[in-house]
């Protein structure tokens, strides 16, 4: 599949066939996310794989939804402030948030790539998650990935804001990339000089 292909069929699934996928399969997906960029090359994340029944359940229980039960697997992304706090002060904890955020945009499409699927879960409780999986609390628990193979396909959504509500030109509100106008004068007083 080619990249655009990729990001445009990346869905969120919450409905997952019984099947279990091979682990090495979601281990080259993790193994992906070390190519992403970091300040100051600082690496800060780490990860968590769950395959473990009962954590998966009180997995699903910290996050208060219940589809996250029915995956196999669970990837749990986690990071360390420390080396870029250390490296850049306040603004390394938004680095590292950041990080965290580009790592996950290329798990979820080296997932499609790889035909398995999966959803991104922000929403749980914290404190719980970091119970069951033994993370110490200097920790960001960033978000959870219950993984498995498509059961139903979502349904078909519109694609977000258009791009001519977000993208302005050379200041924010500015939604022209010259001043058209001007240069319209410009042209039309050439033609009627021709004329
Ligand atoms: C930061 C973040 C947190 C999210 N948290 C949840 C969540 O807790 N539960 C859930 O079902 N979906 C969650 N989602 C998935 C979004 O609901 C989903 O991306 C959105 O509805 C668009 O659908 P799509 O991913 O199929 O394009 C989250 C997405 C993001 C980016």
């Given at each position: 599949m080619d990249l655009d292909k990729i990001i445009k069929n990346r869905r969120s699934v919450r409905k997952f066939k019984s099947k279990k996928p091979d682990w090495r399969d979601i281990l080259d997906c993790i193994d992906s996310m070390r190519h992403t960029p970091m300040?100051?090359?600082?690496?800060?994340?780490?990860f968590i794989l769950v395959d473990d029944k009962e954590k998966i359940?009180?997995?699903?229980?910290?996050?208060?939804?219940?589809?996250?039960?029915?995956?196999q697997y669970v990837l749990?992304?986690?990071?360390?402030?420390?080396?870029?706090?250390?490296?850049?002060?306040?603004?390394?904890?938004?680095?590292?948030?950041?990080?965290?955020?580009?790592?996950?945009?290329?798990?979820?499409?080296?997932?499609?790539?790889?035909?398995?699927?999966?959803?991104?879960?922000?929403?749980?409780?914290?404190?719980?998650?970091?119970?069951?999986?033994?993370?110490?609390?200097?920790?960001?628990?960033?978000?959870?990935f219950p993984i498995g193979y498509e059961l139903k396909k979502p349904v078909t959504r519109k694609v977000k804001s258009d791009l001519d509500t977000a993208l302005y030109f050379n200041e924010y509100k500015n939604k022209k990339m010259r001043k058209i106008r001007k240069l319209e004068g410009k042209r039309t007083g050439r033609l009627k000089d021709k004329k």
């Open positions: 300040a100051g090359g600082n690496f800060t994340l780490k359940e009180k997995l699903s229980e910290a996050a208060q939804q219940d589809f996250i039960s029915q995956a749990v992304v986690c990071s360390n402030p420390s080396r870029t706090v250390n490296a850049y002060e306040k603004r390394g904890e938004t680095y590292c948030r950041h990080q965290a955020g580009a790592a996950i945009q290329t798990l979820l499409l080296k997932i499609t790539e790889a035909g398995l699927a999966t959803c991104w879960v922000g929403h749980f409780i914290d404190e719980q998650v970091k119970r069951i999986l033994r993370i110490p609390e200097n920790i960001n628990v960033e978000a959870m």
